[in-house]
């Protein structure tokens, strides 16, 4: 499964963004699909998740009520919408697949993720 995320950009604190992440194979619908993010000199650190039939979801501390993941598996498709953006939100954003198909737990730990995209830069002015 390649997976490739999209939809970073420049914004400026305050604003809202959508992140993409699509999938090359339908076999795709069956995983859980976490975002984590990397910020400049900092280790990747888990943001949002979502299981393969949306049941469940979570969201780091730093980006509850702030954040919503959400999936549309008809069209291969993880989003993340990102509210009220903050400098702090900054750095690059990967989507990745669970290892475990059709799990019912959104995983946190990287060591899970069997497949990851390229990664697309979130960069926040003030």
């Known amino acids: 499964v390649q997976l490739q995320a999209s939809g970073g950009g420049l914004v400026q604190a305050g604003d809202s963004l959508r992140l993409s992440c699509t999938a090359s194979?339908?076999?795709?619908?069956?995983?859980?699909v976490s975002w984590f993010r990397r910020a400049p000199g900092e280790e990747r650190e888990f943001v949002a998740g979502?299981?393969?039939?949306?049941?469940?979801?979570a969201y780091a501390e730093s980006v509850k009520g702030r954040f919503i993941v959400s999936r549309v598996n008809a069209e291969n498709t993880v989003f993340l919408q990102m509210n009220n953006v903050q400098p702090g939100d900054a750095g690059t954003y990967f989507c990745?697949?669970?290892?475990?198909?059709?799990?019912?737990?959104?995983?946190?730990?990287?060591?899970?993720?069997?497949?990851w995209g390229q990664g697309t830069q979130v960069t926040v002015s003030s």
């Open positions: 990745a697949a669970d290892s475990y198909v059709g799990t019912t737990v959104v995983a946190r730990d990287e060591w899970r993720f069997l497949y």
């Open positions: 194979s339908r076999t795709f619908t069956s995983y859980a």
């Open positions: 979502i299981t393969w039939d949306s049941g469940t979801t």
